[in-house]
């Protein structure tokens, strides 16, 4: 048997299909088609995730304000996914490139062919650990999980168990957090980390492993989870006792993550502002575009969000 | 070794006998090749809408994009042919190239080295899902499905969940050689052999009379269950190889590459006219089958289609090439 595929209305059927997507799938606000138009390609890691989808429309938002032909990439995750679409910014003569690295190491060898094509490139949230980035733009892991650490000390009286759930295996995001998450609670002898378990940064995963480890160690009274769909997760597990017996601290300041604030069950998050990164992003891009000079590191505070603040990062 | 690779099972009676139009030639050509003719179609569409569709530096990176995935599809359609399943592919790639980084960034190993043992990871973990299939009697499917989840773990485990750095040899694999990317060269390469075993040798011709009927081959004296081990061996090798080319890309083993890509590779053989039953694929229809699958993605990234409607097309197209294909050989019979 060879290919029997009735070829016609296959293909037609792809192209119809394509047709159909094209319109579909193209940015209301963007232009749709002619890849010539695209002056700013923004390649983000994932947009399953509420936090980057968060930053895509902060960096939308500001595109359309400041008439930048803004397209939107996502890697779904994968680094060799986003390779490609690196790879096909470059070839569709993109005019700059804002990346959020799906990881640091994974995306230098795409920065340097953007650098050889002389493409400048702009690094959201992680960076590239080679090549010339004209501007990186992050949170302060390191310090937000330090804050976290302190926050959920607080929370606990300075004394108990804690249950550290961690994000995905090997994001920077994960490594900075729970870096600085350990080194501040080691300052705190009353607290025992008793488990530190993935739940690659996912609520139903999280659920599943918070449930777990609280049979294990019923007496923990703290969690902290590296983002807020964790977080959110261990709520469902831990139902009424969220909040109460058992403290949580989560990170992102995810939307979610600001309601259950609100609520009372989650006791605090650390915001990170990823309109902001998204939004500044594009103001880069755009200097860039002008031939204005950018600075090299951009941070973006993050703030400690408890109940009586919570109003302000809705 | 000589012999035609002729399919031995179900033969397709050809649309015409005698004296076909030229009209009524092209026709019959083209529904025998309808992968093919539905490529042609989508490029002329994506030019249509993109022109840098068909520019070289966008067929070169369709090229590059095509090649991890086809790799892995030419040793997948081994499997396939002999009406088997094997769902690991993507965590072998991954094992294989952790394991490679690893020895050159906790051990030291040569890079050369370093190469040869990703590829001999991919070989020793697709031999033990043969060994369990062949010998331990385990279906296929499941088989597979506990070496997807064993080569994950093990990957993780070796990695501690980080990125590890790879050797200059493997580094190479993502480099270019001259005007010519090495990940596409060794798409070729990959496919040659694939194409040379299954239409030029014994050992190909055994295959499609596993797939076939296996009792039949059983009792013919063909030694199914060392050929089964075989079988996916291979698909190991390729797999491993698919591996070190993205991690060449990459610069690094990623603890989770190649999450996923076992679908991508399956989808590739069905698209080229594999039929999941066994007995049936070649070559050229996976490289086809691969090739479309790259050319849909790049073609809905350039137009800037979101990538959860890049999922809902291949999906569609999956569907289709398979949904007509059955049409067909019912309407034959």
Not at chain 1, 108 to 117: E, I, R
Not at chain 2, 140 to 166: C, D, W
Not at chain 2, 260 to 273: K, N, R, S
């Amino acid at each position: 048997m060879t290919f029997k595929t009735a070829h016609k209305v296959l293909a037609t059927a792809v192209v119809a299909t394509m047709a159909a997507t094209g319109l579909a799938g193209c940015n209301r606000d963007g232009e749709s088609g002619s890849a010539s138009s695209g002056t700013v390609v923004l390649a983000v890691s994932t947009q399953t995730n509420p936090f980057f989808v968060q930053l895509v429309d902060g960096a939308k938002k500001e595109a359309k304000a400041k008439g930048v032909d803004l397209q939107i990439q996502d890697a779904s995750d994968d680094a060799a996914t986003q390779a490609n679409q690196l790879a096909n910014a470059v070839s569709t003569s993109a005019k700059v490139v804002i990346v959020n690295p799906t990881d640091s190491d994974a995306v230098a060898s795409s920065v340097k062919a953007l650098n050889k094509a002389k493409i400048p490139v702009i690094t959201v949230d992680r960076s590239s650990s080679s090549g010339d980035v004209a501007s990186f733009i992050a949170s302060d892991n390191v310090a937000g999980g330090a804050q976290a650490a302190k926050e959920l000390a607080t929370m606990m009286g300075d004394k108990g168990e804690i249950i550290h759930l961690q994000g995905t295996p090997g994001a920077s995001a994960s490594r900075d957090r729970g870096k600085g998450f350990t080194e501040e609670i080691a300052k705190h002898p009353g607290i025992k980390v008793v488990a530190k378990q993935t739940a690659n940064f996912d609520r139903s995963k999280a659920l599943d492993v918070t449930t777990n480890l609280m049979q294990a160690h019923p007496t923990a009274a703290g969690i902290f989870a590296e983002n807020d769909e964790m977080a959110i997760g261990a709520i469902s597990s831990l139902g009424s006792k969220a909040g109460k017996s058992v403290k949580i601290v989560g990170f992102d300041g995810t939307a979610d993550g600001i309601k259950a604030v609100k609520a009372g069950t989650l006791g605090a998050t650390i915001a990170q502002q990823p309109a902001l990164l998204g939004k500044t992003a594009v103001d880069q891009a755009a200097d860039i575009l002008a031939g204005k000079t950018v600075s090299k590191t951009t941070p973006i505070k993050v703030v400690l969000v408890t109940k009586d603040n919570a109003k302000d990062y809705e | 070794m000589t012999g035609k690779g002729n399919i031995i099972v179900t033969t397709a009676t050809t649309a015409t006998t005698q004296k076909p139009s030229v009209g009524r030639r092209m026709g019959s050509w083209a529904l025998n090749h309808g992968a093919l003719v539905g490529l042609i179609i989508l490029c002329i569409a994506l030019f249509i809408a993109t022109p840098v569709f068909l520019t070289v530096p966008n067929i070169i990176n369709i090229g590059i994009q095509a090649a991890v995935v086809a790799i892995m599809a030419f040793g997948m359609t081994f499997v396939i042919v002999t009406s088997g399943i094997d769902l690991s592919v993507g965590s072998v790639a991954a094992l294989s190239a952790m394991v490679s980084a690893w020895m050159f960034s906790n051990v030291g190993l040569p890079g050369w080295l370093t190469l040869i043992i990703g590829l001999l990871i991919g070989l020793l973990a697709g031999a033990v899902s043969g060994l369990a299939i062949a010998y331990g009697k385990l279906p296929a499917f499941i088989a597979t499905l506990a070496m997807m989840s064993v080569a994950r773990g093990l990957t993780l485990v070796i990695s501690g969940g980080t990125p590890v750095a790879t050797s200059d040899a493997v580094n190479h694999l993502g480099d270019d050689l001259g005007p010519v990317p090495v990940p596409v060269i060794m798409l070729a390469l990959a496919g040659v052999v694939c194409w040379f075993i299954l239409s030029r040798t014994v050992l190909g011709r055994s295959l499609y009379a596993i797939g076939g009927n296996e009792e039949a081959a059983r009792l013919s004296g063909i030694p199914v269950r060392r050929i089964l081990v075989a079988v996916y061996a291979l698909a190991g090798l390729f797999a491993g190889l698919a591996g070190l080319v993205l991690a060449g890309r990459l610069t690094s083993a990623q603890p989770q590459a190649g999450l996923g890509y076992e679908l991508d590779a399956i989808a590739a053989v069905v698209i080229g006219g594999a039929s999941l039953s066994g007995g049936s694929g070649k070559a050229s229809g996976t490289f086809i089958g691969a090739v479309l699958l790259a050319v849909i993605r790049n073609g809905l990234n350039i137009l800037n289609v979101s990538s959860f409607w890049q999922q809902v097309v291949i999906g569609c197209v999956i569907a289709l090439a398979v949904g007509f294909d059955v049409f067909r050989s019912k309407k034959e019979s």
